[in-house]
C-alpha cells in the first residue's frame, strides 16, 4: 500500500502535516471533525502539498521530519519540486489563503 505526506493550510493559518493511504478519505475526514483532534478549534481550508509513493515506515518518518521544520522551510516545501501537486501554484493559493485574512 502506498502512503502520502500531506500539508494543509488551516483557517488560522497554521500548516497540518499528516499521512495517509487515501488523501480523499482523509480531507473528507478534516472536514467533518472525525480526522485529527488538532482540527477540532480549526478548519482545513485547503490542500497545499502532497508526496506520494512511501511506505507507512518512510512516510511517518518523512512527517516528522516535516514537523520539525521552520515555518519558512515549509514554505519553500511547498514551492519545491518535492511537492506533487504544482508547487508554484500551491504556493500562490497558500499565501493568497493567508492575505485573506490579513496575516501577512
Not at 493559518?13 to 482523509?26: E, K, V
Not at 511517518?60 to 520539525?68: P, Q, T, V
Not at 519553500?76 to 493567508?98: F, P, R, V
Amino acid at each position: 500500500m502506498k502512503w502520502q505526506v500531506y500539508i494543509i493550510l488551516c483557517t488560522d493559518n497554521s500548516l497540518y502535516t499528516g499521512i495517509t493511504s487515501d488523501i480523499a478519505r482523509r480531507l473528507q475526514q478534516h472536514a467533518t471533525a472525525r480526522g485529527a483532534k488538532y482540527f477540532r478549534g480549526r478548519k482545513p481550508q485547503q490542500l497545499v502539498y502532497l508526496e506520494n509513493a512511501h511506505s507507512r515506515s518512510t512516510a511517518s518518518k518523512r512527517e516528522a521530519a516535516i514537523k520539525k521544520l521552520t515555518r519558512v522551510q515549509k514554505e519553500a516545501l511547498l514551492a519545491s519540486g518535492q511537492n506533487e501537486l504544482d508547487g508554484a501554484t500551491a504556493l500562490q493559493k497558500y499565501q493568497q489563503g493567508i492575505k485573506k485574512d490579513n496575516i501577512v
